[in-house]
């Protein structure tokens, strides 16, 4: 098991509950990275053109749409579709 020093020199351990907050924040920071890099890639139109889009174009955006939703239902921020 990992040990800290702190100031006075004595070791102590981290609790389950730290060790489970520090992973947590750990993934939920990944998490917002990942949206930052969604949200450009979509502020940017997912790198199309205007002049340049074509229905595989429409098949990926209505994919990463797809894709979305199923992250929001598994938040539970959405219900399911019928």
Do not use: C, Y
Not at 16 to 24: D, G, I, Y
Not at 60 to 75: C, G
């Amino acid at each position: 098991m990992k040990t800290a020093m702190k100031a006075t020199g004595k070791t102590t351990r981290k609790t389950n509950q730290e060790k489970a907050l520090e992973a947590f924040s750990h993934h939920v920071a990944s998490a917002r990275e990942l949206l930052t890099l969604i949200r450009r890639h979509m502020d940017d139109h997912m790198e199309v053109s205007p002049d340049e889009v074509n229905w595989a174009n429409v098949g990926d955006a209505a994919h990463t749409v797809d894709e979305l939703k199923n992250v929001a239902r598994f938040l539970n921020l959405i219900g399911e579709e019928k």
